[in-house]
């Protein structure tokens, strides 16, 4: 399949259908002759009944589809030697019958002798389906989409009904590989189908296989949905991207693909794709509506903003959004508007008090989430203040009250981390392990939330010494979320600690020294995690008596960390112990002072002294 993808070969040939596959063909195939009794004996009757239920079921969850070979396998486990051979052999050789296009219009005409469209046709004795039955709408559905199909589509139906009876053709379906973790694309057969037969094109036309607009659609609304809600999928981002560019080719007029692709350039913090596709996306949706719904345009817009933490063009995109919905009383809209507003302006202000009341009258769940999380954020910052215990183990059982009431799955995981942060701090080791331990076994959670719990439970096991359970942490982290795991500058500061354990001697490319040189790549702004690394390597360079390089990064860091007191406490500390080694005893004084003043109060005290080696 990696031919498919080459830029300098050009397009095999991959035949689009509405939505009726070889696979449907077959398994209404196999529903006609279970209707009338002529195939199957009475002791494979009951698996057969079971195996179609399955399939017609899986058809409406998943784009997935099995091969022709995997379909005979399974009616061979049906019954014993030979009796199993002889059915399978049926059914291969009845199938494989239908040598020309009007064999298959003919089947699909004497599905009415099964579905009480003519009563006339009713001859024989068989079983008709009814019409609110399972077989029966799934009857209905595929006779009624074969039906509204051009000549040509239905040519090409055919065409590729041969190919998989055959199999000599093999479908482009995104399929999970044997790991079950990534998602790869099928590979198509050495031995291609060749159409000569019935058709008697030239030999050198090779089909290369087909895929529905049913299965496209299922993939696309899947991968969109695991991206929103959790901000990941089950495939790699790169791969997404190559699939993306597949479907695009082939079928250039399904707008979804925009949407998958903008979150999945989010997924990959590609802020200008993501804007560029959000908006095709919404274009080419509003070029067929009557009406077109800005509101919702305007709302993703606030939303993709908020994800990149851009707050004010988020409020303004979000506050036009929130006109728009009143103008055209689109209540459900502007609740969630006014959810995402509230969000944002709870990060930064305490304003809106009254919004809890609102959220409990209307029951919205995203509301809920978004005031659980941010009273979690407010939790976060009473651990940096020195607020009590009391009060923040308070505020920690309030967060999460409402949300658990509701079955809000996704705020268990960044709640009992942040109860596993507040044990660490307060020097409860086990109870922290313990918490972040059932974080990481929450059912759902975002991929922001995972990586932020994996990150705690790696510290905290580099702190206790537990140096295999850190490495296991890292392990399956770097598993998982590969992608992710390779651009969260957390996970890799941590990796290059661990590996400075195992290797206290290696060389200077595998520890923090080079990490921390590099994260300028990772960051464009001075973010907290990219500051902690920096102060991190300051205390690596004074351990190899390097205090005038370990002093010149931390008097650049000080500019940096007004607003993140915790870290200008610990960066005055390193400063502090580079003065004690210079004998400078009264601004040691100051600076411890001035680091003890910053870890117990909630303002932040202004710099006024300017630091210079001496």
């Known amino acids: 399949m990696d031919s498919l993808f080459d830029r300098g070969t050009s397009m095999p040939l991959v035949i689009r259908t509405p939505f009726i596959t070889p696979f449907k063909v077959v398994l209404l195939y196999l529903i006609y002759e279970f209707c009338h009794f002529q195939l199957f004996s009475a002791r494979t009757i009951p698996s057969t009944v079971k195996y179609l239920v399955e399939c017609v079921l899986k058809t409406k969850e998943t784009y997935v589809e099995p091969e022709f070979a995997e379909i005979l396998e399974m009616f061979e486990s049906f019954d014993h030697p030979p009796q199993n051979m002889v059915l399978v052999d049926m059914i291969r050789n009845k199938l494989t019958r239908m040598v020309y296009p009007e064999n298959l219009y003919q089947f699909m005409q004497s599905l009415n002798s099964i579905l009480e469209i003519n009563d006339e046709d009713m001859t024989g004795d068989c079983t008709v389906l009814e019409s609110n039955s399972l077989f029966g709408l799934y009857a209905r559905r595929c006779r009624v989409e074969f039906l509204r199909c051009t000549t040509q589509q239905k040519g090409d139906m055919f065409e590729i009904f041969r190919g998989y009876v055959t199999e000599r053709a093999s479908s482009k379906q995104l399929i999970a590989d044997s790991d079950g973790d990534a998602m790869t694309v099928d590979s198509p057969r050495n031995n291609k189908y060749m159409s000569v037969d019935p058709i008697g094109l030239d030999s050198k036309y090779r089909l290369d296989?087909?895929?529905?607009?049913?299965?496209?659609?299922?993939?696309?609304?899947?991968?969109?949905?695991?991206?929103?809600?959790?901000?990941?999928?089950?495939?790699?981002?790169?791969?997404?991207?190559?699939?993306?560019?597949?479907?695009?080719?082939?079928?250039?007029?399904?707008?979804?693909?925009?949407?998958?692709?903008?979150?999945?350039?989010?997924?990959?913090?590609?802020?200008?794709?993501?804007?560029?596709?959000?908006?095709?996306?919404?274009?080419?949706?509003?070029?067929?509506?009557?009406?077109?719904?800005?509101?919702?345009?305007?709302?993703?817009?606030?939303?993709?903003?908020?994800?990149?933490?851009?707050?004010?063009?988020?409020?303004?995109?979000?506050?036009?959004?929130?006109?728009?919905?009143?103008?055209?009383?689109?209540?459900?809209?502007?609740?969630?508007?006014?959810?995402?507003?509230?969000?944002?302006?709870?990060?930064?202000?305490?304003?809106?008090?009254?919004?809890?009341?609102?959220?409990?009258?209307?029951?919205?769940?995203?509301?809920?989430?978004?005031?659980?999380?941010?009273?979690?954020?407010?939790?976060?910052?009473?651990?940096?203040?020195?607020?009590?215990?009391?009060?923040?183990?308070?505020?920690?059982?309030?967060?999460?009250?409402?949300?658990?009431?509701?079955?809000?799955?996704?705020?268990?995981?960044?709640?009992?981390?942040?109860?596993?942060?507040?044990?660490?701090?307060?020097?409860?080791?086990?109870?922290?392990?313990?918490?972040?331990?059932?974080?990481?076994?929450?059912?759902?959670?975002?991929?922001?939330?995972?990586?932020?719990?994996?990150?705690?439970?790696?510290?905290?096991?580099?702190?206790?010494?537990?140096?295999?359970?850190?490495?296991?942490?890292?392990?399956?982290?770097?598993?998982?979320?590969?992608?992710?795991?390779?651009?969260?500058?957390?996970?890799?500061?941590?990796?290059?600690?661990?590996?400075?354990?195992?290797?206290?001697?290696?060389?200077?490319?595998?520890?923090?020294?080079?990490?921390?040189?590099?994260?300028?790549?990772?960051?464009?702004?001075?973010?907290?995690?990219?500051?902690?690394?920096?102060?991190?390597?300051?205390?690596?360079?004074?351990?190899?008596?390097?205090?005038?390089?370990?002093?010149?990064i931390l008097d650049k860091l000080l500019e940096f960390t007004e607003k993140h007191p915790l870290l200008q406490s610990n960066c005055l500390i390193q400063l502090g112990r580079i003065y004690l080694a210079s004998a400078t005893g009264r601004k040691i004084l100051f600076d411890s002072s001035s680091a003890l003043f910053l870890r117990n109060t909630t303002g932040h005290p202004r710099r006024s002294t300017c630091w210079r080696w001496q």
Request: hydrophobic share 35%; net charge negative; with cysteine.
């Open 209 to 552: 296989g087909w895929i529905s607009d049913d299965q496209i659609d299922k993939f696309l609304t899947r991968q969109a949905k695991n991206m929103e809600r959790t901000g990941t999928t089950d495939i790699s981002a790169t791969l997404l991207d190559r699939h993306l560019d597949f479907l695009q080719k082939l079928a250039p007029d399904l707008s979804k693909i925009y949407q998958v692709r903008y979150l999945n350039q989010i997924r990959t913090y590609d802020y200008d794709g993501a804007v560029a596709n959000l908006h095709r996306f919404y274009d080419n949706r509003f070029h067929y509506r009557e009406k077109p719904m800005y509101q919702y345009g305007l709302l993703s817009r606030g939303i993709l903003e908020t994800r990149f933490d851009h707050k004010e063009q988020a409020l303004h995109a979000l506050d036009e959004a929130a006109v728009v919905a009143r103008e055209c009383q689109d209540s459900a809209c502007l609740n969630e508007v006014q959810s995402w507003i509230a969000y944002l302006k709870g990060k930064t202000s305490d304003d809106l008090k009254t919004f809890g009341d609102k959220v409990e009258e209307d029951g919205l769940k995203n509301a809920t989430y978004l005031q659980t999380m941010r009273s979690i954020l407010s939790v976060r910052d009473m651990l940096k203040t020195g607020e009590h215990p009391v009060k923040v183990f308070e505020a920690l059982y309030q967060s999460g009250i409402l949300s658990y009431l509701k079955g809000i799955e996704y705020v268990v995981v960044p709640h009992f981390t942040m109860t596993g942060d507040a044990w660490q701090l307060y020097g409860n080791h086990l109870l922290a392990e313990t918490y972040y331990t059932m974080a990481l076994r929450g059912s759902v959670a975002t991929l922001d939330d995972l990586e932020q719990v994996y990150n705690r439970a790696i510290e905290t096991s580099l702190d206790a010494g537990a140096i295999d359970m850190a490495r296991d942490y890292i392990d399956k982290f770097q598993t998982r979320y590969d992608e992710r795991a390779q651009t969260s500058v957390k996970f890799i500061q941590l990796r290059a600690r661990l590996a400075k354990i195992d290797h206290p001697d290696a060389s200077p490319l595998t520890s923090l020294d080079n990490h921390a040189a590099q994260l300028a790549y990772f960051h464009d702004d001075w973010h907290p995690e990219k500051i902690d690394a920096m102060i991190r390597n300051a205390e690596d360079q004074l351990k190899d008596s390097m205090d005038h390089t370990a002093f010149d």
